[in-house]
């Protein structure tokens, strides 16, 4: 019976060490994918994750960008186009001509004006008789472009011009789309860092021209990390700066950036005891001076700025409130005690004699 009721114990306190660690980590996150809303036939008010796009060709050798909506993204079925794409019609159609080649293609900058974009996602469809590459691009740090490329023919990669190409399809038997084992060759850039323009150059391979289907996309995860503070019985204090300070939101690619006030907003997962407060502009956590001392675990919730919504995780803010510091008692050395002591036989002395 005694054997019993210890395992029983130990399997509460495990239960209770289990809660407190759950408590401690970060929600399990996902992340959202968010792909270009093309509008007009100039692109001129283009939308990715809340910001403007713009596309603008580079010189001759192109037709200008226009929008469609076709299904081409939407009856694809390769595996690394993500389930996201598949349900995206709009998109961008842009065709080279034959002055287009291979080693200068026909450029058009796709550009972010509101700030870098976190490893965007270039996916593209149709490539007849032509090709595409990333190569003119460079990141917002102007260092050298880098990323993964996926095709339905993989021999059709050009991994040092950073291009896919493709023979002449055509046909009733090549549907317009992505489809595993389809000479209408089409693929996927993984971009890695942060971009404020992709350079998409295409060119001719043979004939006049090709039109090619794309569409510009990235994901965001929010990555909050467990926080910590304290602040004094008896006095009104701000415990935390700032939630965010350690959090980050991370890309497609695994690029982590901080989590500031342009990219993350926080706010409180549920109802906080009574006593603290968050201010969400600054992301500080104050303490009333009325808290009774203890330690108190707050959740709160990181959200991406442009989805504050839909886009979001968890984590917890630990905060200690100290009890009040003992007062010390003055003490007297020894030397000063046996002053006191003479005083106060000599106090007693002249009363008696006084008596």
Excluded at 62 to 74: M, V, W
Excluded at 224 to 251: H, K, W, Y
Aim: aromatic share 6%; with cysteine; net charge neutral.
């Amino acid at each position: 019976m005694v054997r019993s009721t210890r395992i029983e114990a130990a399997a509460q306190w495990r239960s209770i060490a289990l809660s407190a660690l759950l408590l401690a980590v970060p929600a399990l996150v996902q992340a959202k994918d968010y792909w270009t809303t093309f509008s007009g036939p100039s692109l001129t008010s283009s939308t990715l994750h809340s910001g403007p796009v713009t596309i603008t060709n580079q010189g001759a050798g192109a037709g200008a960008p226009y929008t469609i909506s076709t299904p081409p993204f939407t009856i694809s079925d390769v595996a690394f186009y993500p389930a996201s794409l598949k349900t995206m019609a709009n998109h961008m159609v842009r065709a080279p001509v034959a002055v287009a080649t291979a080693a200068a293609p026909a450029y058009a900058e796709i550009a972010f004006p509101s700030g870098p974009v976190i490893d965007p996602i270039v996916a593209f469809y149709s490539l007849d008789n032509s090709g595409v590459t990333l190569a003119g691009t460079l990141q917002s740090s102007g260092g050298p472009v880098v990323t993964e490329i996926e095709s339905n023919q993989p021999s059709m990669i050009n991994l040092a011009a950073l291009s896919v190409s493709g023979p002449f399809a055509g046909g009733t038997n090549n549907v317009e789309g992505c489809f595993v084992g389809s000479r209408r060759v089409c693929g996927i850039y993984r971009l890695k860092g942060l971009y404020s323009a992709i350079q998409l150059g295409q060119f001719i391979a043979f004939g006049s021209s090709d039109g090619v289907g794309f569409q510009i996309g990235l994901a965001v995860t929010p990555l909050p990390q467990p926080d910590t503070g304290s602040a004094p019985f008896g006095l009104t204090r701000i415990a935390i700066a700032d939630l965010r300070v350690n959090d980050s939101m991370e890309g497609a690619a695994g690029t982590a950036v901080p989590a500031n006030t342009g990219l993350a907003v926080v706010s409180m997962a549920d109802a906080w005891p009574a006593g603290f407060t968050l201010n969400p502009a600054t992301g500080a956590v104050t303490v009333s001076a009325l808290v009774a001392p203890g330690q108190y675990i707050l959740r709160y919730r990181l959200c991406d700025a442009a989805d504050p919504t839909d886009n979001c995780a968890e984590s917890t803010a630990t905060i200690t409130v100290r009890p009040p510091a003992p007062v010390a008692v003055p003490t007297l050395p020894a030397s000063g005690l046996a002053v006191l002591v003479s005083i106060l036989a000599l106090s007693a002395i002249r009363i008696r004699r006084r008596g």
